[in-house]
């Protein structure tokens, strides 16, 4: 089986957590970020990951669907979020995070993907562009009223997660529902 993976993300982890995937998968995998993936056309198999910014997919993942959304529609994909609130939250009568994020994604397709889901990332300080830097004070400290002085480091990475997720995959690529 020839599988592709095409990610987006900024800071590593979503590339780290496609690597993982690659390695329970152990078929013949290509990982590309979105930027410069090929055509989905020559496998059988393609998975769609993208880290979480503010709600949303990576632009260029987008992209990366939209232009090839008829080929996609014919073949067995996959789709997963990487992002710290992979649970979501109630508030105010409205889902926010979790599978909210992901929904638009699915929703593209007619034809529904094999697996979807979402993966636990990390916020490494030490990485972060100054303009995230400060989108994350003013996210901690004015929305969910913490009195941080800096943003923490925080992994949530868990490769044991990462390799559920790709036997589930397998699981549904030999028809098991789950
Ligand atoms: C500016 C900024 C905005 C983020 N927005 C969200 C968000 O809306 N929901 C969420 O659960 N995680 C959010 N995150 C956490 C990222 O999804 C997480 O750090 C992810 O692992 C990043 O992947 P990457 O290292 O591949 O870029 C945000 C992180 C940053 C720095």
Redesign the pocket.
Known sequence: MKALIVYG???????VISEWIAERLSFDTVIRDAKDAPSPGDFDLVLLGS?????KFMPEVNTYIDKHINTLEEKKKVIFG????TKGVFVKGKIH?GWE?IMPIIKKFKNPPLHAGLLH???NPSK?SSE?YK??MH?YNKILGKNYSAVPYRTKMNKEEVWEFAEKIINKLKGKVY
């Not at 990487?82 to 609130?85: E, M, R, S, T």
């Open positions: 993300g900024k800071y590593g982890s979503t590339k880290a979480i910014y503010e709600g990487v992002c710290l609130d995070g994020y990332g990390e916020i972060l995230d989108r994350l996210f």
